[in-house]
């Protein structure tokens, strides 16, 4: 048995598909049962998968052996790939926003700087002028 999990970003599709191989997955269940949090497409292959199987595949845990076995395998295994997918994602939480701690002291340093460079006297000189001195300046250009 072979099962790959594919998370969509979006959306609320969530399924299992069943197939004997990679190309072919003839029979599809609803997933929101194994899994109501993440939107995903879970592909599940075995070679044993002939129309007969797939035909009481649909019976889910009264199936007969083997089918219920790989269902009930095939359930647990997306469940276990979920459960470890929370448990990682407080740490992904966590270390960006330790990432994120050299770049508080940098932009506090810089904002001492920029304040520290311009004083009260110097502020009006190292400005550029405002947009009265620029129409002041072409009325003088424009008038005789």
């Known amino acids: 048995m072979s ?20 190309h072919d997955f003839p029979f599809e269940e609803p997933g929101r049962e194994v899994e109501g949090q993440y939107p995903f497409s879970a592909y599940v292959t075995w070679v044993g998968l ?10 889910g845990d009264m199936a007969p052996e083997p089918i219920n076995h790989l269902w009930r395998a095939s359930r647990r295994a997306i469940r276990e790939h979920f459960n470890r997918r929370r448990l990682l994602l407080p740490a992904a939480v966590d270390d960006g926003l330790v990432s ?17 460079s311009a004083t009260e006297g110097e502020l009006g000189r190292r400005t550029p002028p405002g947009p009265q001195a620029a129409d002041r300046f072409l009325a003088r250009r424009t008038c005789p």
């Open 50 to 59: 002939d129309h007969d199987a797939i035909a009481v595949l649909g019976l």
């Open 3 to 22: 099962i790959r999990v594919i998370e969509w970003r979006s959306g609320k599709h969530r399924a299992i598909y069943y197939g004997p191989d990679t």
């Open 100 to 116: 994120q701690i050299p770049a508080l002291p940098l932009s506090t340093a810089t904002g001492i700087i920029v304040t520290r």
